[in-house]
């Protein structure tokens, strides 16, 4: 159904703190950590196993920062917005696809265009990241299994998108999935505005609010048939319309509460 009622998230995030977590790599050491101000505090252990501070702190120019989390899973929502379905009809229940988890990349990664891809376009996004498992979850319950939420980007090339049986190459290739650079708890991600900017101008903006198919009824809808596990994470659709990467572009992705996610383009000249 579609424009199912919120599920009381805004409430909830009231009640809590906003907090801020990555994942990074320092002295070829790869750890989470919670950013606070321009400093990573190190946690001890997996982020969905209540990891516990230890005690280490590093400047945030002193790390490498990587995907945020490691999904067995990368599953998306595709003609979620209203003003992206270009005269389709809306659909009864969430059209959903999946990318590969090896199309997922971090803020700084560079996206890579195969050498023989067609147009490949940006998909400005908010993704939803599970913290516990999910299984027949109920619209009302679904708050208590979303972690928090990030930026993502679904690159999709076009004409692969189109010819293909399945969406294999134009949504899974390697680097697809640029996701990051922090997962943000403790905020209401059913209205937070979303932004895309090529090369610095605005392309995509629209609130999350306008989602057709909200959090809860995605992870209500998606857990009725897949298992869902801490770290795996859910495009939740792209609004308007999009263009091509080209090689020397730079995108990027800002979610309101959350932050900046930004990929350069370049081009694989290995057919």
């Known amino acids: 159904m579609l424009n199912t009622s919120r599920v009381g998230s805004s409430e909830i995030a009231q009640m809590l703190i906003p907090k801020h977590y990555i994942r990074f790599e320092h002295e070829d050491v790869i750890a989470y950590g919670e950013l606070k101000g321009g400093q990573v505090a190190k946690l001890d252990g997996g982020l969905f196993d209540n990891p516990e ?5 590093f400047p945030l120019e002193a790390v490498k920062l990587l995907a945020p989390c490691e999904p067995s899973k990368v ?3 595709g003609l979620n917005y209203l003003s992206h379905l270009g005269g389709r009809e809306p659909l009864e229940i969430p059209p959903i696809f999946l990318k590969l988890p090896t199309s997922i990349i971090g803020t700084g990664a560079p996206i890579v265009l195969p050498a023989d891809a067609p147009a490949t376009h940006y998909e400005t996004e908010m993704v939803l990241v ?4 999910a299984k027949n979850v109920a619209v009302e319950d679904a ?3 979303i972690f928090g939420v990030t930026c993502g980007n679904d690159v999709s090339a076009r004409a692969w998108q189109k010819g293909d049986l399945q969406w294999f190459r134009a949504k ?9 650079p922090a997962i943000a708890t403790g905020i209401d991600y059913n209205d937070l505005q979303l932004e895309g ?3 610095g101008d605005v392309v995509q903006r629209q609130r999350t609010s306008d989602l057709m198919h909200n959090c809860a009824s995605i992870v209500n809808f998606v857990s009725r048939y897949a298992t869902l596990i801490p770290g795996d994470v859910i495009f939740t659709g792209t609004p308007g319309s ?4 080209n090689p020397g572009d730079t995108f990027e992705v800002e979610l309101e509460g959350v ?3 930004s990929n350069s383009v370049v081009r694989d000249e290995i057919s």
């Open 53 to 57: 501070p230890t005690g280490d702190t």
């Open 75 to 77: 599953i998306a929502v």
């Open 130 to 133: 599970i913290g516990k498992k």
């Open 143 to 145: 708050h208590d299994y």
């Open 172 to 180: 899974g290739t390697d680097t697809f999935g640029p996701v990051g």
């Open 197 to 199: 900017r090529l090369n």
């Open 242 to 245: 999009t263009k091509a990467l």
């Open 259 to 261: 932050g900046v996610l």
